[in-house]
């Protein structure tokens, strides 16, 4: 008895399987000692422990269900379950565990398992799966047509490729083969050597021709390889169909590659040429003619010279004369850009440039690759110009908030100062008047400081699309009086006079009319502000002849100079800092005026000249003019 226990554990300790007995509730009552030796633990390790705590956390909830199955199964069923686990090492081995349910045999009482490593089976199996999914892949994607046969020739494979040139079907490729499709004069001949191939594996390499439509016919060449087992027994061949149609079209070699080379050159975006030493050129592709305006036939077998700007033709024959280190083939000697070239015209444009040289059985001949990088100067330039104005814009919003710190700033003081006064009594209790002077002076300027935030609100609704208009009919003549009305102080303390010149009978529009009213506020104040004493304002309207209204604010005042137009229509832009101070405002009228226009579908035009005053034109279009019905409806009436 004692000799056939050892005689059984031995058996074990060799044994490429782990057997293990598992109670009831799936614990380890038994494991063999080989366990060291498979996965590198010690029974002890495993003992009295679940399988399920060895096993990968993904697979394990499946594998106490399967040992829960093999528990309820009848006595002496088995099963078969492959799952992960865990080894010694802490690396996860792929197993393989086949179980038998002794539960009820009174000699063993638990469930006999052999616990298998097939981690390398698996891989293998894996390699194998990806092997073939590369190998279908690259067939698939090549660019000749692959097949692969048993040893009887039966085809197990086809390539999309051999499908197109044979103009079979695929699945009839698979259940006749494609040599329906050769040529009938060379089938005889390609029948004639098939045999060898399926007999002792002699690879194939024969040209034949591929019957096509109408009496077409490609030329091919078949090239097949045998494939043996581990064995050398032969279990079928690799054959690829080569279209040769080119090839055997062409008379030699020679004019193959000159071909070949005339396509690729001649397709080629970049203009390429080669010379001689002597400046001779040799070659002139199309890119060329186009870049340069010359005929390949006019500048062949003709120097260079006349694509070269004057200035620069010596140096350029001194290039041709360097001495380079003799190196037999092709390689490059330089890449230059910040050049020019010259075209037939006579203009120069810059290029970038790469040269190669030739040198065969002591010929030398220069490969110029050179293209023509005018756009991309044109972009950079407009990248430059696009990165100055950014810069620009930044300092004029630097400018606007340093303005708008002063503007904000000045009339705060006032009102802090003027309320200090007003709060301590300084001038005393019975200083009445002064006190409502200071209490007006106050109110100036908060009305002042609203308004200037009321600027800043509105553009920046504008600029967010959040500003909406409420339209309705609107008497312009109404709007430019209240316009009137509302600068009138401002234009007497100025010492300007402000004249009206509006056409008769002028129509209805339909607008806003506080956002209308606002513009005009805006182009009057501001040709008060910039009017000396003395000087005059005049506000005009009439109709267009498209239809529309034209509304014109003119004053006699300081103007600007035409450059410095668009300066005063942009964001956080002032045309003189120096200016603005002197005569205060933030700079935000014209912007503000010039986007409550647009909004209503029209454009603000500006002339000026310094020292001339200044005309600013709001036209609006024909959409923009109502009714006198709905003047009328909308007033009630």
């Given at each position: ?5 050892r005689?059984?554990?031995?058996l ?22 080989n ?17 399920g ?13 399967r040992i829960?199955t093999?528990?309820?199964a009848?006595?002496g069923?088995?099963?078969t379950y492959a799952?992960r ?10 197993v393989?565990?086949?179980g038998?349910n ?33 190998y ?20 197990l494979?086809a390539?999309?490729r051999l499908?197109?040139m ?15 499709a ?5 089938r005889?001949?390609l029948?004639?050597?098939a045999?060898?191939?399926k ?6 390499m ?8 109408e ?12 494939l ?7 279990q079928g ?12 079209r ?12 005339d396509?690729?050159?001649g397709a080629a975006?970049d ?7 002597e400046?001779?050129?040799?070659s ?42 003799s ?21 120069l ?24 990088v ?12 696009a990165?100055?104005a950014?810069?620009?814009a930044?300092?004029?919003k630097s400018a ?8 904000l700033?000045t009339?705060?003081?006032a ?7 007003i ?12 006190y ?11 009305e002042?400081?609203?308004?200037i ?16 208009l ?5 008497d ?6 209240q ?6 102080m ?10 009206l010149d ?10 806003d ?11 009057l104040?501001n ?13 005009s ?23 410095d ?5 942009e ?43 200044t ?7 024909p959409?923009?003019v ?12």
């Amino acid at each position: 008895m004692q000799l056939s226990e050892r005689y059984f554990r031995a058996l074990m300790a060799n044994s490429a399987d782990v057997v293990a007995v598992l109670s009831r509730d799936g614990t380890f009552a038994f494991v063999g000692e080989n366990v060291r030796q498979v996965f590198g633990h010690t029974p002890q390790d495993m003992l009295g422990r679940s399988l399920g705590d060895f096993a990968h956390p993904d697979d394990r909830a499946a594998l106490i269900e399967r040992i829960a199955t093999r528990v309820a199964a009848p006595m002496g069923s088995t099963g078969t379950y492959a799952f992960r686990l865990r080894d010694g090492a802490g690396r996860w081995r792929t197993v393989e565990a086949t179980g038998c349910n002794l539960l009820d045999d009174p000699e063993v009482q638990g469930m006999v398992g052999n616990i298998r490593d097939i981690t390398e089976r698996v891989e293998a199996e894996r390699s194998r799966r990806e092997s073939e999914t590369l190998y279908h892949a690259l067939a698939e994607a090549a660019p000749v047509g692959i097949f692969r046969t048993d040893r009887a020739g039966r085809i197990l494979f086809a390539n999309r490729r051999l499908a197109a040139m044979t103009g079979l079907a695929p699945e009839r490729i698979l259940a006749e083969g494609w040599l329906p499709a050769v040529h009938p004069d060379d089938r005889a001949r390609l029948e004639a050597e098939a045999p060898f191939c399926k007999g002792d594996g002699t690879p194939l390499m024969l040209d034949f021709r591929l019957a096509g439509l109408e009496g077409t016919a490609m030329s091919v060449f078949l090239q097949t390889t045998p494939l043996h087992d581990a064995a050398g027994v032969l279990q079928g061949c690799i054959g690829t169909l080569t279209d040769i149609s080119e090839y055997v079209r062409t008379a030699e070699a020679l004019l193959v590659a000159e071909a070949r080379n005339d396509a690729i050159v001649g397709a080629a975006g970049d203009a390429i040429i080669t010379l001689d030493d002597e400046g001779i050129v040799h070659s002139f592709n199309r890119s060329a003619e186009a870049m340069f305006g010359v005929a390949a036939a006019d500048i062949v077998w003709q120097r260079v010279d006349r694509l070269i700007p004057e200035a620069s033709v010596g140096k350029h024959d001194a290039y041709l004369k360097q001495d380079y280190p003799s190196q037999p083939g092709r390689h490059g000697i330089g890449c230059t850009s910040g050049i020019e070239a010259r075209r037939a015209d006579g203009t120069l444009f810059p290029i970038e440039l790469s040269v190669s040289l030739l040198e065969e059985q002591g010929r030398r001949l220069y490969i110029a690759i050179i293209r023509d990088v005018t756009e991309r100067r044109r972009i950079e330039a407009e990248l430059i110009r696009a990165k100055e104005a950014a810069e620009a814009a930044d300092r004029a919003k630097s400018a606007f908030l340093a303005t708008m710190s002063h503007e904000l700033r000045t009339p705060l003081n006032a009102v802090i100062g003027f309320a200090q006064v007003i709060e301590m009594r300084i001038l005393g209790a019975d200083a009445i008047d002064r006190y409502t002077e200071y209490a007006a002076s106050i109110r100036k300027s908060g009305e002042h400081l609203l308004g200037i935030i009321d600027d800043i609100l509105d553009i920046s609704r504008i600029e967010s699309g959040s500003l909406n208009l409420a339209e309705h009919p609107v008497d312009l003549t109404d709007v430019v009086g209240q316009s009137l009305n509302l600068v009138a102080m401002q234009a007497g303390q100025r010492g300007v006079a402000v004249s009206l010149d509006l056409e008769r009978e002028l129509p209805p529009l339909r607008a806003d009319e506080l956002r209308l009213r606002q513009i005009l506020v805006n182009l009057l104040s501001n040709a008060i502000k910039f009017t000396d004493a003395g000087g005059q304002v005049t506000v005009s309207s009439r109709q267009a002849e498209d239809g529309g209204v034209l509304l014109r604010v003119q004053d006699t005042g300081v103007g600007m100079a035409p450059e410095d137009i668009p300066k005063a229509l942009e964001r956080f832009s002032q045309v003189d800092q120096s200016m603005t101070r002197r005569h205060e405002g933030a700079g935000l009228g014209l912007p503000l005026t010039k986007r409550l226009v647009e909004l209503h579908d029209g454009t603000l035009l500006i002339d000026s000249a310094p020292g001339q005053g200044t005309t600013v034109t709001v036209r609006l279009p024909p959409s923009r003019v109502a009714s006198l019905d709905e003047l009328l409806q909308a007033a009630g009436v």
